[in-house]
């Protein structure tokens, strides 16, 4: 009698949650070519339309392949001259078109087009996070260099605020030199602001055998601005404050500098999915008049198969003065081939 109520709770239990995921899957996308799919939207960034269907695969669409949507869960819309709405996406009867029911009121016509962001809008936290892992090794024969890199992030995402926690550590093994290891991790703030402002806050620590730094704790804060943000591109500059404790060799010293980032980042979507991403920083110091540092972080990406990628990266770090002075100035890395997963 147990086991014959038991397997009726089961039963019942399997019924209310296969009833909550097909419920789930109430938005419906239109294509140009006269198309059309019904699933649940995960996201849409960098022109892809992230879907989940009713089998439980995920699917990708090229957003401007799409022609009409109707999206009935909540979202929050970034649009391209850095409007934020909040509300349901309905179709317009028009190609390309489409209203937003916002908070605001009546609906709004706009432009497929001038969408270049779609966050749903849960109470599970789960539902807000997103990430990616990426490793890569390398050897070569002829120097008996071998190299091993590891990045991971993890973001939540809220209706104006995004929180990301970071971390990439590349270790080496020269025959001549030995072990060496360049690491650094930490967490981002960034608070959406109208037209196209944001605030940024972050925390840092960072370590490079190659430059004789044992550790650096960081704490910056600053203002940007997303100069381009488009299906295809986005570009952003942030400008702000970074104050900082390094510890090398033994010795200790306090920094305050000035921390100017750019990032430029630029997406294809042809067979394969190919995209570039570059950052520079510029790091003038306050209180050692003179010292300057920079760094520079490239990738490309190209994808093999369903959120699975190829992934070539290189780096480069500058100090005009370390704290160390039997450091190097300088170091840089390249790997050829890594790869990537994104969650």
């Known amino acids: 009698m147990r086991?014959?109520?038991l397997s009726i709770l089961l039963s019942l239990a399997a019924i209310f949650v296969s009833c909550n995921l097909q419920a789930a899957k109430i938005d419906t996308i239109y294509f140009q070519n006269g198309d059309r799919i019904t699933a649940e939207v995960k996201y849409l960034e960098n022109n892809q339309l992230k879907l989940s269907t009713d089998n439980a695969s995920t699917v990708y669409v090229e957003w401007d392949q799409v022609d009409s949507v109707k999206i009935l869960n909540t979202m929050r819309i970034v649009m391209d001259d850095g409007q934020i709405l909040y509300g349901k996406i309905l179709p317009a009867g028009e190609a390309g078109k489409c209203f937003i029911w916002s908070s605001l009121g009546d609906p709004h016509l706009y432009e497929l087009v001038h969408i270049v962001s779609l966050t749903p809008l849960k109470d599970k936290l789960f539902n807000r996070l997103s990430g990616s892992l990426s490793s890569g090794f390398s050897y070569v024969k002829a120097t008996q260099v071998t190299q091993?890199?590891?990045?991971?992030?993890?973001?939540?995402?809220?209706?104006?605020?995004?929180?990301?926690?970071?971390?990439?550590?590349?270790?080496?093994?020269?025959?001549?030199?030995?072990?060496?290891?360049?690491?650094?991790?930490?967490?981002?703030?960034?608070?959406?602001?109208?037209?196209?402002?944001?605030?940024?806050?972050?925390?840092?620590?960072?370590?490079?055998?190659?430059?004789?730094?044992?550790?650096?704790?960081?704490?910056?804060?600053?203002?940007?601005?997303?100069?381009?943000?488009?299906?295809?591109?986005?570009?952003?500059?942030?400008?702000?404050?970074?104050?900082?404790?390094?510890?090398?060799?033994?010795?200790?010293?306090?920094?305050?500098?000035?921390?100017?980032t750019a990032r430029y980042s630029v997406f294809i979507f042809d067979d394969p999915e190919v995209s570039f991403d570059l950052t520079t920083e510029l790091i003038p110091s306050l209180t050692t008049l003179g010292r300057v540092r920079t760094k520079i972080d490239t990738n490309l990406k190209w994808e093999i198969f369903n959120d699975f990628y190829l992934k070539w990266t290189f780096w480069y770090n500058f100090d005009s003065q370390p704290l160390s002075t039997e450091a190097e100035k300088n170091d840089w890395a390249v790997t050829l081939i890594g790869v990537e997963y994104k969650l």
């Open 148 to 260: 091993l890199n590891f990045d991971g992030s993890i973001k939540y995402q809220a209706e104006k605020n995004q929180i990301e926690l970071s971390y990439s550590g590349l270790f080496s093994h020269d025959s001549t030199k030995g072990y060496s290891q360049n690491q650094i991790g930490g967490a981002t703030f960034i608070r959406l602001l109208p037209n196209k402002w944001f605030l940024l806050s972050q925390f840092t620590l960072e370590s490079n055998s190659e430059m004789n730094l044992d550790l650096r704790t960081s704490i910056t804060a600053a203002a940007g601005y997303s100069f381009v943000r488009t299906n295809r591109s986005y570009l952003y500059a942030a400008l702000g404050l970074m104050a900082n404790r390094e510890l090398s060799m033994g010795d200790g010293q306090n920094n305050l500098e000035a921390d100017l």
């Open 3 to 5: 086991l014959h109520k």
